[in-house]
């Protein structure tokens, strides 16, 4: 599966952006889908997870409540809304799939869209 993220952009703290990733390939809605995010000199940070079926969410501690990950099987895309944008969301955000096939875990990433939040 090849990835496309795209969405990102300069926002004033408290405003909100919306990341879309575009999926290659027909079997994505096999995939777990996830956004990461890092920024300069920091690790990668999980930011926002959802399984194949839209039926489970799970979000890292400093965007719950803030963030929303949907997905639309029908159309190949997973989408990020962040709200209430604080200057430490600053950072390039990275679309990740993820699937589970012969007894082992298959990573696929995107190329990043850069957020930068200006306080």
């Known amino acids: 599966v090849q990835l496309q993220a795209s969405g990102g952009g300069l926002v004033e703290a408290g405003g909100s952006l919306r990341l879309s990733c575009a999926a290659s390939?027909?079997?994505?809605?096999?995939?777990?889908m996830a956004w990461f995010r890092q920024a300069p000199g920091k690790e990668r940070e999980f930011v926002a997870v959802i399984n194949w079926g839209s039926s489970q969410t799970h979000y890292g501690d400093s965007t719950a409540g803030r963030f929303t990950i949907s997905r639309d099987n029908a159309k190949n895309t997973v989408s990020l809304q962040m709200n209430s944008l604080k200057p430490e969301d600053t950072s390039v955000y990275y679309c990740?799939?993820?699937?589970?096939?012969?007894?082992?875990?298959?990573?696929?990433w995107g190329q990043g869209t850069q957020v930068t939040v200006s306080s």
């Open positions: 390939g027909p079997t994505f809605s096999r995939y777990n």
């Open positions: 990740n799939a993820r699937l589970y096939s012969g007894g082992m875990w298959s990573d696929y």
